[in-house]
């Protein structure tokens, strides 16, 4: 019998050459959107400790090594199976086909698809090698459309995921840096690889490995520290509800408890974050994200923790509380949740960060009505940041945005509503680069999902305050019934000759705010073709948004007509539309976003619920 064997490999080493397989049985890749996200956070902060625009590109040699775990091989009939880690395996293939196509048409690129595919016999096969990915991978690589919604639940994550990466990619790195940062990934990015010759040792390892008695995980080892730390006679209660709290944090995922750790310790206590600049060292913010228990034990003074009863009150008082709040923003996270929408909203736009925002300002001592308040003013504030940024051409990524963040979370700590509105209103106000300043918003592939959300959080005003209901759920679902983009303009420049003397003018006005409409894929596709005047009688059909460029629309419909009066806003009818008509559509979409977010928001916000709380 052969021996089982490890061995550290680069990303180059693993994939190279290499063919994997999955059984039927494990093929669901399964990774979310927040899972990506944290790679791509994880790689491109590692990466930029070292990264300086103007290295020699052979600088990425004595870059730092990064470990993104093991995987486990079953080696049968010369075949090589995963059994653990093809979650892993599988987003790293997406993101190395991103890479590709990225740098497809650059002098400079680094060539990966050695890594991706392979081909033998004439036959050409992805590395990792899963049949029913087959249709969705080729059109990934090739940089093709692609819809999923008639393919297996699998299939459809493995397609959302990969828009994710291109969502979420930080556009600092898109650039010159894009080279270095494949080389780095490929040489200095590693796994191990443990590989036995039959399934039964290959699972054997894999219980072994993920058997919690065998090794502790951070939160198991910041417990073990607060327990020892206490009195015997109050070790049993803090142990229970401890239990209690992690079970309840992990109910839906493994690694909420641990999130739940970093985001409560970075939100409440870290008061330092790494500098931007080659060589910089950790900070509380980041050995809060990786090593959090170690940092509680060197800062236990900074958290109050002397004397035993301190350690006690920290999980029976603050761990209760703020894990139950944690628990709170996921559920409105994921769901629509009254009075606390815009965190459901700013999920919607992979905006990690919020949650440490949320957490910052809350204190044990607020009762549910303040931690309502507050939850609803921050959420407030990050809606309208994130609006006025991409409408503003600005990045919301992780990396770009993780500093300024970090300082508003250190700033609004326990402030009481009123002081946190008028904190959060002054930020907004100051901050005149990325006010509502012009019409010009335009949607391209790097900004294509942000748009769609913008576009149903206006269609969705537009009907609210007409006396509608919501369809905003509706409007951003994902599927076979999802709702897409629409251009009003076909993209047929030779109709608009008249108006723009290059197809590239053109191109660019068909792509404005003012030009688009949000319409259920089959809608879409059908009319996709269509001259604006037989589109026209399909709108009135449509959601309201759509339905007000008919004249119909002002007939008849009395909350619509209302809104309309007391807005002032400058809706009206368009029999056609040409470029004066594409004009005026934007400057009410631009006055519909004025609305929505603007900073103001905030005040009236705080003002309804001391006014209500006075009633009450």
Known sequence: MRPIEGKARSVRELLQGAKYLIDYYQREYRWEAKQVHELIDDLTEMFLEEYGPGLALEAVGDFPHYFLGSIIISQRNNQSFIVDGQQRLTTLTLLLVWLRNEQRDRDDGVDLDALIISTRLHRRTFNLEVDERADCMEALFAGKPFDPSAKSESVQNLYQRYQDIDDHFPAELRGDALPYFSDWLIEHVHLIEITAYTDEEAYTIFEKMNDRGLSLSPTEMLKGYLLANM???????????????????????????????????????????????????????????????????????????????DFYDLVS?????????????????????TGLEQIHYNAGHGFSLQEQLLMAPLCTTDDHVTVDAKLNLVARYVDILLARRIWNFRSIAYLTMQYAMFLVAREIRELEPGELA?????????????????????????NRYAIHRLLARMTEYVETQSGQASRYPEYVAKGRNRYEIEHIWADHPERHSHEFEHAADFSAARNRIGGLLLLPKSINSSLGDKPYGDKLKHYVKQNLLACSLHPEAYQSNPGFLRFVESS?????????????????????????????????????AVDAGQASTAQG
Request: glycine letters at 4%.
């Open 231 to 309: 009195e015997q006679r109050r070790r049993v209660a803090a142990n229970d509800q401890w239990r209690e709290c992690v079970q309840q944090l992990n109910a839906e995922h493994d690694d909420h408890g641990a999130d739940f750790f970093k985001v409560w310790l970075r939100s409440r206590h870290a008061q330092s974050i790494r500098q931007r600049r080659k060589g910089a060292k950790p900070e509380d913010f980041e050995r809060n994200g990786s090593e959090f228990h170690c940092w509680v034990r060197s800062h236990a003074e900074q958290l109050s923790l002397v004397q035993a009863d």
């Open 422 to 446: 008028t904190s959060l209103h002054q930020r907004l106000i100051a901050d005149q680069e990325t006010s509502f300043g012009n019409a010009r918003l335009r949607v391209h592939q790097q």
């Open 317 to 337: 008082t603050d761990f209760d509380f703020y894990s139950r709040q944690f628990m709170r923003i996921r559920n409105a996270e994921r769901r629509l949740t």
């Open 568 to 604: 002032g806003l400058p809706f009206r009818a368009h029999e056609e539309f040409k470029q004066a008509d594409l004009d005026a559509r934007s400057e009410l979409y631009l006055q519909l976003a004025e609305r929505i977010w603007h900073p103001d928001q905030l005040l009236h």
